[in-house]
């Protein structure tokens, strides 16, 4: 199902900041050499993460799905001087690929990069977040927003991806395993007065929470 017209993504695009020469290349060569480059974050979303990032200065950012390192590194743009980001991928190769971007980076000092299952090491890694990126595997979207809303500071936001699913959540019935787990987890935020949050038709769908 095409969610989004495709000649006002391009439009989009073509009004809104472009990536840097990195972050492009990164684009490129995700597209030309990743099997799975439909995961990657398109530009403008890309830019919509650095802006949010740089409106909000964080001094403590966690990835859940680091893929290629693209969103990373747009999310690293915003830190304050000080800041880390703490990224969490589960297949080596992609890490390898992210950490080898990464060291080429600005920001490469201030991304700490963990390989592994990110419901075993978020609870390992001490501190409070200012900000969450959850970009992983669907079926586990709401254990990582429970995990992550608990060391959220007070008045700190989680942006979740993929909230519609390539328009699988607006079938009647919702049919496949991520699509009903992310239609879950899009009523349990709906459902959960400790946040606020809203849903953008960016992509695959964004949603911007915060923390009350």
Known sequence: MEIINAKAEIYADLYSSKPDALLQRIIDETQQQHPHAHMLSSSTQGTLLALISKMLK????????????????????????????????????????????????????????????????IPSLPGQWDLVFIDADKVNYIEYYELTLSALSAGGWIVADNVLFHGQVLEDPIKGKNAVAIHAFNQHILNDSRVEQVMLTVRDGLTIIKKN
């Not at 680091?66 to 969490?88: M, V, Y």
């Open 58 to 121: 964080p001094s403590r950012i966690l990835e859940i799905g680091t893929f290629t390192g693209f969103s990373a590194l747009c999310l690293a743009s915003g830190l304050n001087p000080k800041g880390e980001l703490h990224t969490i991928e589960l297949r080596e190769e992609d890490a390898a690929t992210a950490q080898a971007y990464f060291n080429e980076s600005p920001y490469g000092k201030s991304i700490h990069l963990h390989l592994g299952e990110a419901l075993k090491i």
